[in-house]
């Protein structure tokens, strides 16, 4: 159980597009789900908190015009790069959670190409 | 300030050789730590985690980790490597609730034939 699925697992487009990237939990209603950055050889970092049905928190740093995230239901999450540009480039990880004292469980993350 | 400090970056052991993989933590609160591994293009798999009481903790694929309070560390191992664990692995200090994780900057390992 307690399984966390994103889409797509890889995207390369030209930059100026916008990508949406997906996170779903399959078998559990996520209360809250997280999104991470990873750059290359480098660890996760937490780019902003969603609870559903209720705006992200970004942390800081994080541009909230860029990042565009929503969490509509209890099962998905979404995550748009507006305008992605090459120094957006990394791996996205999101996670998700069913409610206060439970654990993270991740997904395979999404691999983002800005050409 | 909130933070994971693991000191080896990278790390090769041969295959039935024994492991240990270091972390450090700077927390403010009670320290609730987890360890992770990643796979080449993959998201994270929970190895184990430690909340409170026996400060050796058991997990999956073998690991164990001991939470050690004295010297702010929560180092990760294994008697006995297979080829398999070849991957990266992430220590991570968090909140009770689960609202901030804070990740180690990794350490690679391989594993030699």
């Known amino acids: 159980g307690a399984v966390v699925s994103q889409h797509p697992s890889w995207v390369i487009c030209k930059s100026g597009t916008s990508v949406k990237i997906e996170c779903r939990s399959l078998?559990?209603?996520?209360?809250?789900m997280f999104w991470y950055r990873q750059f290359p050889k480098q660890s996760l970092m937490l780019m902003a908190t969603?609870?559903?049905?209720?705006?992200?928190?970004?942390e800081q740093g994080v541009e909230k015009d860029k990042f565009l995230i929503n969490h509509a239901s209890l099962t998905l999450s979404t995550l748009t790069v507006t305008s992605a540009h090459p120094e957006d480039s990394s791996f996205y990880i999101c996670?998700?959670?069913?409610?206060?004292?439970?654990?993270?469980?991740f997904g395979d993350g999404t691999r983002l190409s800005i050409l | 300030a909130q933070s994971v400090t693991q000191p080896d970056i990278h790390i090769t052991v041969s295959e039935g050789a024994s492991l240990e993989l270091r972390c450090n933590y700077s927390?403010?609160?009670?320290?609730?730590l987890f360890w992770y591994v990643q796979s080449p293009g993959q998201g994270l798999q929970l190895l184990l985690k430690?909340?409170?009481?026996?400060?050796l903790v058991q997990g999956i694929k073998g690991f164990e980790a001991e939470f050690k309070r004295s010297q702010s560390s929560f180092n990760l191992r294994k008697p006995s490597v297979h080829w398999s664990d070849a991957a990266e692995y992430f220590c991570?200090?968090?909140?009770?609730?689960?609202?901030?994780?804070?990740f180690g900057s990794g350490t690679k390992l391989n594993v030699k034939p």
């Open positions: 996670s998700a959670r069913q409610g206060d004292g439970q654990p993270q469980h």
């Open positions: 078998d559990f209603q996520a209360t809250t």
């Open positions: 969603s609870n559903e049905g209720s705006k992200a928190t970004y």
């Open positions: 927390y403010g609160a009670t320290p609730y």
């Open positions: 430690y909340f409170s009481g026996d400060t």
């Open positions: 991570a200090v968090g909140d009770y609730n689960f609202n901030k994780f804070y």
